[in-house]
């Protein structure tokens, strides 16, 4: 299986702060990456698809970017709202998720 | 509106099974794939496998493989999940969601259903 190494796994920032998480594949995997974003208590929301796709709805301070093996989720102003764990997600063959990012406000 | 709502907390013993049942609503249920994913407690997320409702044609994590059964009924737009030979590492949150499918080879889960509570323990 293909193994997906995010980091780091946890940060914590200030509000308006830019936010980066990576997330590398064991194997090459094209652009097959998914961002989601799952709030304490929640089912997982999608938010990033293709790894640069915004998902309707979504506000534009959320972007990816990356191919192959390494890719890139940035929140360019934290706020409130975005404390949240966030998970990459590889579909190249089959499914595998990363460990998560935990994300806190400082 | 696009909604999975699944079943309620189950408790289940060491050795039995479960299943756990995901209505979905608000789209054409065959059209669709569903996928289970789940998530121990303070843990991340584990995909399970997936099921094509119109099909009936499913995969399955190898780890899961022998364990888990995915079935549908289309006539009310349910798909179920359940999984045998309990453990105690089997205690998480269950979710379905659904799987999109934009172009030939780009796939996502745009709708999760709310989860359920699987608790193994004697």
């Known amino acids: 299986d293909i193994q997906m190494t995010q980091s780091p796994s946890s940060l914590s920032a200030s509000v308006g702060d830019r936010v980066t998480i990576t997330c590398q594949a064991s194997q090459d995997i094209s652009n097959y990456l998914n961002w989601y974003q799952q709030k304490p208590g929640k089912a997982p929301k999608l938010l990033i698809y293709?790894?640069?796709n915004l998902e309707t709805g979504v506000p534009s301070r959320f972007s990816g970017s990356g191919s192959g093996t390494d890719f890139t989720f940035t929140i360019s102003s934290l706020q409130p709202e975005d404390i949240a764990t966030y998970y990459c997600?590889?579909?190249?063959?089959?499914?595998?998720f990363g460990g998560g990012t935990k994300v806190e406000i400082k | 509106q696009v909604q999975l709502v699944q079943s309620g907390a189950e408790v289940k013993k060491p050795g039995a099974s479960v299943k756990v049942s995901c209505k979905a609503s608000g789209y054409t249920f065959t059209s669709y794939d569903i996928n289970w994913v789940r998530q121990a407690t303070g843990q991340g997320l584990e995909w399970m496998g997936w099921?094509?409702?119109?099909?009936?044609?499913?995969g399955y994590a190898q780890k899961f493989q022998g364990r888990v059964t995915m079935t549908r009924n289309t006539s009310i737009s349910t798909a179920y999940m359940e999984l045998s030979s309990l453990r105690s590492e089997d205690t998480a949150v269950y979710y379905c969601?659904?799987?999109?499918?934009?172009?030939?080879?780009?796939?996502?889960?745009?709708?999760w259903g709310q989860g359920t509570l699987v608790t193994v323990s004697s």
């Open positions: 099921m094509n409702p119109n099909s009936g044609n499913t």
């Open positions: 997600q590889q579909y190249d063959n089959p499914f595998t």
């Open positions: 969601a659904r799987g999109r499918v934009l172009a030939t080879f780009r796939y996502n889960f745009d709708y």
């Open positions: 293709d790894a640069s």
